[in-house]
């Protein structure tokens, strides 16, 4: 197995699976990969966390963090750097090294677990989100690690927002945060920050509420319901496009957002399979920017065109519920996690 490089002419229903890494039987609790695209790790509720060569088809090693468990992570600058949050009610995030297996340095900065952790794709910064609602900026290169703690606005904080969420553009000078409303009745808030001057606030703030939403499934031909779905969803993940344009917002409803991602316009409502409330997933841009890809309960992928309303194509080939999906940003090759890990390969 050998995965090729970024092609514009990705076709995403012709994934093929390409190698499969079975787990121990733990739900997976990250899936990321590193932004030079080669290398991927994983992790599962047991503590146990793989690297993969995603462009050989191969695990090059496995770590158990038995003591702290790992409940999200993501890759650090360095490929075998990274970022793990403990499970178990730990508010702690770990830097650990797969060198010599163990945790250079510990960061401190949330009251409640850590939800996700996003680095940045230029520098040794990175973001934490916090079931404490909030989100950290962090810098690996200073003694004092933690530089800013950010917050929604106060009179959107009153109305009990659910788990914030962060997502970094691949130039390391936007970022965003935004979280679903837990009432459901206020939607979602996005604000969007430039890295070199965060501390003059965010340069646009935009909601996106259920109105919008229904009105973009009707504008693309659908009665409204997935619009439902999404304003009763909580929010799970959130990301931007490889050029920076869009971001996509997944709910543990199954219907998903796309939206413009410096004016807030809803785009396009991404209409997946009904999901249970417990069961949560993450949504993704292909490396070409032009699919969204998503993981189901159902044990399935759907993969949709993120220019125009279509039905999805769907990846068959997991045991269970698909909870994480990445994809490399330099080769054409798609990873996905139950128990196990996947990767997919376009032919």
């Not at 039987?25 to 790790?41: K, N």
């Not at 090294?97 to 680095?119: I, M």
């Not at 917050?151 to 979280?179: E, I, M, P, S």
């Given at each position: 197995m050998a995965a090729p490089e970024v092609s514009s002419s990705l076709n995403p229903s012709r994934f093929a699976m390409g190698a499969v890494f079975a787990g121990g039987?733990?739900?997976?609790?990250?899936?990321?990969?590193?932004?030079?695209?080669?290398?991927?790790?994983s992790a599962t509720a047991d503590g146990a966390l793989k690297l993969i060569d995603a462009v050989n088809g191969c695990v090059k090693k496995t770590v158990h963090c038995r003591k702290y468990g790992v409940a999200a992570g993501c890759f650090a600058h360095h490929e075998q750097s990274l970022l793990v949050a403990g499970a178990g009610g730990d508010s702690t995030i770990r830097h650990l090294?797969?060198?010599?297996?163990?945790?250079?340095?510990?960061?401190?900065?949330?009251?409640?677990?850590?939800?996700?952790?996003?680095?940045s794709p230029a520098?040794?910064?990175?973001?934490?989100?916090?079931?404490?609602?909030?989100?950290?900026?962090?810098?690996?290169?200073?003694?004092?690690?933690?530089?800013?703690?950010?917050?929604?606005?106060?009179?959107?904080?009153?109305?009990?927002?659910?788990?914030?969420?962060?997502?970094?553009?691949?130039?390391?000078?936007?970022?965003?945060?935004?979280?679903?409303?837990?009432?459901?009745?206020?939607?979602?808030?996005?604000?969007?920050?430039?890295?070199?001057?965060?501390?003059?606030?965010?340069?646009?703030?935009?909601?996106?509420?259920?109105?919008?939403?229904?009105?973009?499934?009707?504008?693309?031909?659908?009665?409204?319901?997935?619009?439902?779905?999404?304003?009763?969803?909580?929010w799970t993940s959130l990301e931007f496009s490889p050029d920076g344009d869009k971001m996509v917002v997944a709910t543990d409803g199954g219907a998903h957002l796309v939206f413009d991602s410096f004016e807030g316009d809803a785009k396009l409502l991404l209409e997946g399979p009904p999901q249970s409330p417990d069961f949560a997933t993450t949504a993704t841009f292909t490396s070409d920017g032009y699919s969204v890809v998503a993981g189901c309960e159902d044990a399935k992928i759907r993969v949709w065109d993120a220019e125009k309303r279509a039905r999805p194509a769907a990846l068959h080939g997991h045991a269970g519920p698909v909870r994480h999906v990445a994809c490399s940003r330099k080769y054409d090759v798609l990873a996905s996690c139950c128990a196990s890990a996947v990767l997919w390969l376009a032919d």
């Open positions: 039987g733990d739900e997976s609790t990250f899936l990321a990969f590193h932004r030079l695209g080669q290398y991927c790790a090294s797969l060198y010599d297996n163990r945790y250079v340095r510990a960061f401190a900065g949330h009251d409640a677990p850590v939800t996700s952790v996003e680095p520098d040794d910064t990175f973001l934490s989100c916090g079931a404490d609602g909030r989100v950290v900026l962090w810098d690996l290169a200073r003694p004092q690690a933690a530089v800013a703690a950010l917050k929604l606005d106060r009179a959107w904080a009153d109305r009990k927002a659910d788990a914030a969420l962060a997502a970094q553009a691949a130039d390391g000078v936007v970022f965003a945060v935004g979280a679903s409303s837990a009432d459901r009745r206020d939607g979602g808030l996005v604000k969007v920050y430039d890295a070199r001057k965060f501390e003059g606030g965010p340069f646009a703030t935009f909601s996106l509420d259920g109105a919008a939403a229904r009105a973009c499934a009707e504008a693309g031909g659908g009665d409204g319901s997935v619009g439902d779905r999404f304003a009763r969803g909580r």
